[in-house]
């Protein structure tokens, strides 16, 4: 029976199994809310936030700084990822602190940005788009270096020219790796804007989940996580969307896992 | 070792390929050197179907990279049409032994590759790929993308391509060499209807021996360590051929007699 079932109704099932256990343990063995809410509890939390309107100015602003860091960085890597790529002084001067500074957790120096550029939007947007300027960058220099040999050579048993080759051959073998680096940034967004919001903000889901955890309204701290989960989850489908319509020529196994 | 290669019956037509003294050096990664080709004297007669044949190592693809511009030789020159050879050629087509069409351009896009990169988009290219297609039975597949077809089917668009810009010459490198048996076979005896139809001089490398005795109108025998010419043997069988050729008494001693270039007891060496 279960081999017959869709693949999304499964998963939908085991859901369902999950907070039907976890509800039933809450109450079997009388655990304290402030320690794990049950799943009603964090439903009812998720519907009155809705209801209040008390989501929304933060969601709306986490939502900016995800995507328009996510943007920023996305731009800076490919353009800084291209022209490593291709200009070979770049390569040998500029990769090396590239690297290095990529060591420095950028967590760690969150702090720092704040300070800089203060407790409103731009600071979270400039954590966001350095954690997602290195996954992308590093996948652009990759894929423009992934290029098949046996190709290249009939490119130029063809006469292609440098330019014809880079936009012919280069840039659409480059998409499959830059595609995958656009997928890890885009989880790392979400991680950067509300990591940012934690050291120093005003409104911001994660600002909201600081200001819950005082008042030990865990299970408001659980129902702001799901929205945080569904920002994450639609700008990584979006991401897989787009790669699956551009890359339509790579069929990978992976395609299946989260779809 | 040289070896004048001059045929008596093909001295009214001039030479669209000459080859002197070719040699070509490699260094490897430890620091010898190998000799890739050494002393190699070739001339291919306009319209004439050349097989080389030879093992791994005898430098017969050094051979056809150096006709078609990919590689530069260490000593002696290689000419096409009474030019030497320096960099890729708009006359000359190449076939390689992988089809490597790009992922991202559907079968007609990748025929007209050769013309879009000279800039030529003109509805006549269009309409050429599209002959093309049709003379190896792919008029159909001109939207499809290379994933969605065989390695038969890939290798014949690989060849379409080639032809594009109507170049003189054809070079293949083992161009059937990954396709199973029977794909092989057909191929064999469609190539040579579409060369006939497209009158090309070509040069066909190959490390079967009856596939380049089914094909050629002469065949080079080629030997490593130097990579050298061996031997070059006529074939006088009439065309058109066809898989029932492989059957004449005066192919099997044709393939006996190039056996035994390469030292071999022509029965053990069958496989060959």
Redesign the interface.
């Known amino acids: 029976m279960l081999p017959r079932m869709s693949r999304t109704l499964q998963s939908v099932l085991l859901l369902v199994a999950v907070l039907a256990v976890w509800e039933g343990a809450c109450r079997l063995f009388s655990i304290s809310p402030f320690v794990m809410p049950m799943p009603s509890a964090i439903a009812g939390r998720f519907v009155s936030l809705i209801a209040t309107g008390e989501i929304w100015p933060h969601f709306v602003a986490t939502l900016t700084s995800i995507l328009t860091g996510f943007g920023f960085g996305a731009l800076a890597g490919l353009i800084c990822g291209s022209l490593i790529a291709t200009i070979p002084v770049l390569d040998r001067l500029v990769y090396p602190y590239l690297v290095a500074l990529q060591t420095v957790p950028k967590i760690a120096i969150a702090p720092l940005f704040v300070l800089w550029f203060g407790y409103g939007l731009a600071s979270k947007i400039v954590i966001t788009a350095l954690l997602c300027f290195f996954p992308i960058m590093v996948s652009v220099i990759a894929g423009f270096r992934s290029v098949d040999m046996n190709q290249l050579e009939m490119m130029r048993a063809f006469g292609a020219t440098r330019m014809q080759i880079l936009r012919r051959l280069r840039i659409p073998s480059a998409l499959v790796l830059i595609f995958a680096g656009l997928e890890i940034a885009s989880v790392l967004a979400v991680i950067g804007a509300v990591v940012g919001e934690f050291v120093g903000a005003q409104v911001g889901l994660g600002y909201l989940i600081t200001s819950l955890n005082f008042n030990l309204d865990v299970a408001g701290m659980f129902a702001v996580l799901v929205f945080l989960a569904a920002i994450g989850l639609t700008l990584h489908g979006l991401v897989r969307f787009a790669r699956s319509r551009l890359v339509f020529w790579v069929r990978s196994e992976a395609d299946d896992v989260l779809v | 070792m040289a070896v004048e290669t001059s045929n008596p019956g093909e001295v009214h037509k001039r030479a669209m390929i000459d080859v002197r003294a070719l040699e070509k050096r490699f260094a490897t990664r430890s620091g010898e050197e190998v000799l890739a080709l050494a002393g190699v004297n070739l001339s291919v007669a306009e319209g004439e179907f050349l097989s080389v044949v030879g093992p791994s190592g005898c430098g017969k693809t050094t051979l056809l990279r150096i006709l ?3 590689d530069t030789p260490t000593g002696g020159q290689a000419m096409i049409d009474d030019q030497l050879v320096k ?4 006359d000359v087509g ?1 076939v ?1 032994q ?1 089809a ?1 069409l ?3 351009y559907t079968v007609l896009e990748n025929v007209l ?2 013309a ?3 800039g030529d988009v003109s509805t006549a290219a269009t309409a050429r790929a599209r002959d093309l297609l049709k003379l190896v039975d792919l008029a159909d597949f001109g939207r499809k ?3 969605e077809l065989s390695g038969g089917m890939q290798q014949r668009v690989a060849i379409c391509r080639a032809l594009m810009r109507n170049p003189k010459i054809l070079l293949m490198d083992e161009p059937f060499g990954a396709l199973d048996a029977m794909t092989r076979e057909t191929m064999n005896v469609e190539l040579m209807r579409w060369c006939s139809e497209e009158k090309k001089t070509v040069v066909f490398i190959t490390h079967s021996i009856p596939e380049a005795v089914l094909l050629g109108d002469r065949v080079v025998v080629m030997s490593p360590r130097p990579g050298r010419i061996s031997r070059v043997l006529d074939v006088d069988i009439a065309r058109p051929r066809g898989l029932k050729t492989m059957a004449l008494p005066q192919f099997g001693a044709l393939c006996d007699e190039i056996r035994t270039v390469f030292g071999a007891d022509p029965v053990r060496a069958r496989d060959l």
């Not at chain 2, 960099?87 to 708009?90: A, I, T």
């Open positions: 078609a511009g990919l960099g890729s050629r708009d190449i390689f992988a490597t790009l992922p991202w590759l050769p879009g990169l000279k993308y290379p994933f």
